[in-house]
C-alpha cells in the first residue's frame, strides 16, 4: 500500500514561498515504533554511562588527618555537595600553590594522596551518574505513555523483532 505524499510549504525569511517539501504521511504506528526505538537506544546509553572507572578512593573528607568525616562519593546524591567537596579542593589547591610560590619551593598538591585533576574526574563521574538516573526516570515516563497509545498489531510485530533477535543470538 503507497503512502499519500503529503506537502509542506517552506518559506524564506520576507514569507515568501521558497519550496515545498513532499514527503510521505507515517502513520501512528510507524511514529511509535520510531518513537519506541529512540527511547531504547537512549537505554542503552545510559547503561554505558553507569559503569564508572573511578579514579581515587571515592571516600572524601574535608580533614586530611581523621577519618570520621569521610564521604563516600558513589553515594553522594546531591549535586551542591560534589560541588562544594570540589570548589574545598580547588581552593585548598590554589593556597597552597600560592604558599609555596612565596616560600620558592617546588610543590605538586594533592589531597588524600590524589591530585585535583582525579577528584574531578570522580566528581564528574558522579554528576554524571546523577543526571542519567534522572533522564531514566524521563525515559520510563515516555516508554510507559508510548505503551498507552500502541496498537496490538504493533505491539505483536514489536515482540516478534525482540523473540527473532534472542533466536539468532542463540
Known amino acids: 500500500m503507497k503512502k499519500p505524499l503529503v506537502q509542506f510549504p517552506v518559506y524564506n525569511n520576507n514569507n515568501n514561498l521558497k519550496t515545498t517539501i513532499m514527503t510521505t504521511s507515517k502513520t501512528t504506528d510507524e511514529k511509535v515504533k520510531e518513537l519506541f526505538d529512540l527511547v531504547q537506544s537512549k537505554k542503552l546509553a545510559i547503561e554505558k554511562a553507569e559503569r564508572p572507572c573511578w579514579k581515587t578512593s571515592g571516600n572524601f573528607g574535608y580533614s586530611a588527618n581523621s577519618a570520621h568525616d569521610r564521604t563516600s562519593i558513589p ?86 523483532e525482540v523473540i527473532a533477535k534472542l533466536l539468532e543470538n542463540n
Open 75 to 160: 553515594t553522594v546524591t546531591d549535586t551542591r555537595k560534589i560541588v562544594e567537596m570540589f570548589a574545598f579542593l580547588i581552593d585548598r589547591k590554589d593556597k597552597s600553590e600560592s604558599a609555596a610560590k612565596e616560600l620558592g619551593v617546588d610543590y605538586n598538591f594533592t589531597w588524600l594522596g590524589f591530585g585535583v585533576d582525579e577528584w574531578k574526574e570522580d566528581f564528574q563521574t558522579r554528576v554524571n551518574q546523577i543526571s542519567v538516573q534522572e533522564k531514566r526516570k524521563e525515559l520510563a515516563e515516555l516508554e510507559s505513555r508510548l505503551n498507552a497509545i500502541i496498537s496490538p498489531e504493533l505491539k505483536a510485530q514489536m515482540e516478534l
